[in-house]
């Protein structure tokens, strides 16, 4: 597998397009998506049937729309999401499901959704099988099964296991089986998702798991997912994960499956962090630079309210600094702490998982230059809050040479509308 070179720690462009000239004409912190990215890793996973958008990661009409002008279905996880693939001109019937919805609850509006527009429906839960044959009776379902194991480079994305609430449990496939009759629902596809990351060893575990419950299914599976969780380089030295490989075992199994069962199945895979992750860059301006005891701080004026992925798992990502004049002036290094601007002592981008404190080696810098979170279209924007009563950043969508506002930044009166001081 190809690893990745050293990244520059100093640049002064995103996708051609000068940095400071993005923050003076849109302000920060403010995202900023190159959509060749995007295409690219849509590329990469063209030897699948179904490429599937977790739109879970990174939701913005405009990339969901690009999405869906290459091909690409979409999975949606909530009313939210399924409402949000329909704003983007997702149609709701075909083959394969443009949209499906995978949860492991319905919410009273998801299920009135899923009936209204005939959605397929991925169920991560017995109950969901009785709550969707009670209104919709006839119509085709996925299971989500856990398998019994996950994997994930952090508890908090592990989504397999007895500690994991997704899915329903491999056990208990048969009792969902005589659910799925007693509505007269048909079970045509099954999902299985363990959680983030890549171990091939680990991959074979799932592909077996995956045959077993098909097996156990019966003859009406025509879809096999292999769910997401593809891993993305972000530190220097990285390994980009083997997709060929990825592939083939997959398409081992698919091609069993389909030799037993005398039908053709298609093979599903469910990208988010892959397709988005790379594309994104949180640019920030540092506005204090001050030392405490033996640590040299950046602090810059977006914060986890911005980015929550380091203070909720201790996530790296990688971090360049663009000097104010846009021009590159060849610094030299100093190891360095990068913080935000809350009240918070957690609001640190450079820790490690359970808080721990950790220093980046990046370019001096000085107040007015922009230091560019990189890596940060997955679980970005998608986590932002107001706390301390900051506003949501700007998003921009770049392509073809130009910066599309795809989002514009939140007003405080943005931030209190809906809100009311009793009289």
Not at 122 to 140: C, F, H, W, Y
């Amino acid at each position: 597998m190809a690893t990745v070179d050293q990244r520059p720690t100093l640049r002064t462009e995103i996708a051609g397009l000068s940095i400071p000239k993005l923050a003076a004409e849109h302000g920060t912190p403010t995202y900023a998506y190159d959509a060749q990215i995007i295409k690219d890793r849509i590329d990469d996973l063209k030897q699948f049937d179904v490429i599937r958008y977790a739109q879970k990661a990174c939701s913005n009409l405009a990339i969901v729309d690009f999405v869906r002008k290459n091909e690409v279905c979409v999975d949606a996880v909530s009313a939210g999401e399924i409402r949000r693939a329909l704003a983007a001109g997702y149609r709701t019937q075909g083959e394969p499901h443009p949209i499906v919805y995978t949860a492991d609850i319905f919410d009273r509006e998801a299920l009135e959704l899923c009936v209204e527009h005939n959605i397929h429906v991925n169920v991560g839960s017995a109950d969901m099988i009785d709550q969707l044959g009670e209104v919709a009776p006839g119509r085709n379902i996925t299971l989500r099964i856990n398998p019994g194991f996950g994997h994930g480079h952090s508890q908090k994305t592990n989504t397999g296991g007895e500690q994991s609430k997704h899915g329903i449990w491999h056990g208990d496939v048969n009792d969902c089986l005589i659910r799925a009759d007693r509505h007269n629902l048909v079970v045509t596809g099954v999902h299985m998702h363990i959680g983030s990351g890549t171990d091939f060893e680990h991959l074979a575990q799932v592909c077996g798991a995956m045959e077993k419950t098909v097996a156990e299914v019966g003859r009406t599976v025509n879809t096999i997912s292999a769910g997401g969780g593809l891993p993305i380089p972000y530190r220097d030295g990285d390994e980009r994960v083997d997709i060929g490989k990825y592939f083939e075992l997959w398409d081992r199994v698919r091609n069993r499956i389909a030799s037993n069962f005398g039908h053709q199945v298609r093979l599903e895979i469910e990208p988010g962090r892959y397709l988005s992750a790379e594309s994104g860059y949180l640019i920030t301006e540092i506005r204090a630079i001050k030392r405490m005891g033996d640590n040299l701080f950046y602090l810059v004026d977006a914060g986890f309210n911005n980015l929550a992925r380091p203070i909720l798992y201790g996530a790296y990502h990688p971090m360049s600094i663009c000097p104010a004049s846009g021009v590159d002036d060849n610094r030299s290094m100093q190891d360095v702490i990068v913080g935000g601007p809350l009240c918070e002592s957690g609001d640190i981008f450079t820790q490690e998982e359970g808080g721990f404190v950790s220093k980046r080696s990046l370019p001096v810098a000085n107040v007015g230059d922009f230091l560019v979170i990189e890596c940060a279209g997955s679980y970005g924007f998608v986590m932002s809050s107001n706390y301390n009563s900051k506003p949501m950043a700007a998003e921009l969508f770049l392509h073809n040479g130009e910066a599309f506002v795809a989002r514009k930044r939140q007003s405080f009166e943005d931030i209190i509308r809906g809100e009311a001081i009793p009289s």
